[in-house]
């Protein structure tokens, strides 16, 4: 009888252990689980943030780089109000006379001391030139090249039989090297636009912008033999990038001989925005008619294939309306400045 309940006894204390080590196996399981999900949410977390971020940033940077070129095109600039609040306005239309302006956003710098260089009404041009011609004149600039896009600007250009002015920057190559010395065998001249095109460094001092210039001066002497003096501000000359007034750098190209020459009319080709051949050649060809000289701003950079395609038609418009297409150089009369040159001792 002893003998049976204690088979008994220790058959029932044997099922508890059982369940005990089930009990315990579960548990177990269940912390694993709870422990892996807890590794894998910790790794997620950052890399999602991450990849979030990244987005960010790219969206950042493409953010400034169409400020940048909107500044570029004239499109946009900065100003400040009666407090010392800083702006970026928005140029909506270019007159020769007068710009409308829409602040577009606004930049607290209270208490900022930092001087913004004012945008005085464009200089209108009178078409006194040294061919005597007294009709209304259309000069195409294409700035920021030589590029893949040179050659077919070029090709139009030649199929018009008219000139155009390329401001150029720095580039090593052998094939944009070639590239200087087309645009000048093919009719067109060409105008400086600093080798490295970075503000940064370009307007961190007068010493900065003399080495750049000479830089390309001497890249452009050497590719195409032509002694250059005729220079275009990256951003124009009312650019507000500058950490050295922008007249210390205009008594700096006085004195050594350079010419300076702005806009008055912006393809805004290099705004970021997708803009249509159609739409360019509207917008460059309606500023255009309300100026006797109309310097017009276009880029020949990479990627600018409207700019290419808006060509036809507004030559062909500006050519229906008496406008005589003309290149620029350094004998040119009367170029569009914001900061006239003349009036920088
Ligand atoms: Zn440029």
């Not at 070639?178 to 001092?205: C, M, N, P, W």
């Not at 195409?224 to 007249?247: E, Q």
């Not at 917008?283 to 000289?293: E, K, T």
């Amino acid at each position: 009888m002893d003998t049976l309940e204690e088979q008994k006894s220790s058959l029932a204390g044997k099922q508890l252990t059982r369940r005990e080590a089930l009990d315990r196996r579960k548990r177990i399981n269940r912390y694993k689980k709870i422990l892996i999900w807890t590794c894998v949410i910790a790794i997620l977390i950052p890399i999602i943030m991450c990849v979030f971020l990244l987005m960010k940033i790219h969206r950042l940077e493409k953010d400034i780089d169409n400020l940048l070129t909107m500044k570029e095109s004239g499109q946009i600039v900065a100003q400040t109000d009666s407090t010392g609040g800083r702006y970026l306005v928005l140029v909506k239309d270019v007159d020769e006379n007068e710009r409308t302006t829409e602040n577009i956003t606004e930049k607290a710098t209270e208490g900022s001391t930092e001087e913004v260089t004012q945008v005085p009404s464009e200089v209108v041009t009178q078409p006194v030139t040294k061919d005597e011609y007294t009709g209304k004149r259309a000069y195409l600039t294409f700035d920021d090249g030589p590029s893949e896009n040179t050659i077919p600007i070029l090709d139009t250009l030649n199929r018009y039989n008219v000139p155009a002015t390329f401001f150029v920057i720095g580039k090593m190559d052998e094939q944009s090297k070639k590239l200087y010395k087309e645009i000048v065998d093919r009719g067109s001249t060409i105008g400086l636009h600093s080798f490295s095109h970075q503000y940064g460094s370009l307007y961190a001092s007068v010493e900065n912008f003399s080495a750049d210039l000479a830089k390309i001066h001497d890249l452009v002497k050497e590719t195409t033999g032509k002694d250059i003096k005729l220079f275009r501000f990256p951003g124009g000359s009312a650019t507000t990038t500058n950490t050295v007034d922008i007249r210390e750098i205009i008594k700096y190209l006085n004195t050594n001989g350079y010419k300076y020459v702005d806009w008055n009319v912006s393809s805004e080709d290099a705004t970021g925005r997708n803009i249509s051949p159609d739409e360019m050649a509207r917008m460059v060809i309606s500023q255009s008619l309300s100026c006797n000289s109309a310097y017009i701003l276009m880029h020949d950079a990479k990627g600018k294939e409207s700019t290419v395609q808006s060509l036809p038609a507004i030559i062909e418009e500006l050519q229906a309306n008496g406008y005589k297409f003309c290149a620029i150089d350094e004998t040119t009369d009367k170029l569009v400045q914001q900061v006239k040159a003349s009036e920088v001792q």
